[in-house]
């Protein structure tokens, strides 16, 4: 693996697709395991989860059900603005164990946003799977239930994530070279 170039930026190799692939499942067996005969509802947040949000999906082998929901609070390399939902939920999650799929926890502000929507529905539980979380970095304290891999307060693209549109197309993850 090589240092990528993404609009005016360099990242380096951070994560490997291998790396990624056994913390998947590793946070799969967890949830088999909690949720069984659960049913659960997971929430899979767009557009930076999709790839995880596949991947950890097929390897689960409970019944599970999956919906997806697109928010943003993100322009460029800095977190913050509004939180707009832009394509709804689908899904009656009332009475329902729901697990939220978010690719990167980062100040917490668009879960600390989303989240009391969601339980205003009244849920049977509301967890969280984030494959990376930044702790360093919060503003909103949110607690990732089951979280891939913690990491520093640095920029990465790569398996979903992107930088200004760009970048998610890598199995792997990369970090800002500065
Ligand atoms: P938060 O609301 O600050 O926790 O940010 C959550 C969202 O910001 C994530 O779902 C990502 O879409 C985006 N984000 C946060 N950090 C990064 C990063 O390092 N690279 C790419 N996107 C990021």
Redesign the pocket.
Known sequence: MSIIRIHDKNFKPYITAEAIRKKVAELAEALNKDYKEKNPVFIA?LN??FIFAADLFKELTIDAEISFIKLA??KGMK?GGQVITSIGLDTEIFGRHVVII??????????NEFLPQLQHQQPASLKIVALLH?PE?TIYPMKVDYSGFEIPD????GYG???NGLGRNTPAIYQLLE
């Not at 978010?102 to 879960?111: A, H, Q, S």
């Not at 640095?154 to 693209?157: A, C, E, I, M, Y």
């Open positions: 947040i930076g989860s609070s993100y977190s978010e690719d990167i926890v980062d100040t917490g502000k668009t879960l930044k970095a640095k920029f990465v693209v994530l992107d930088y």
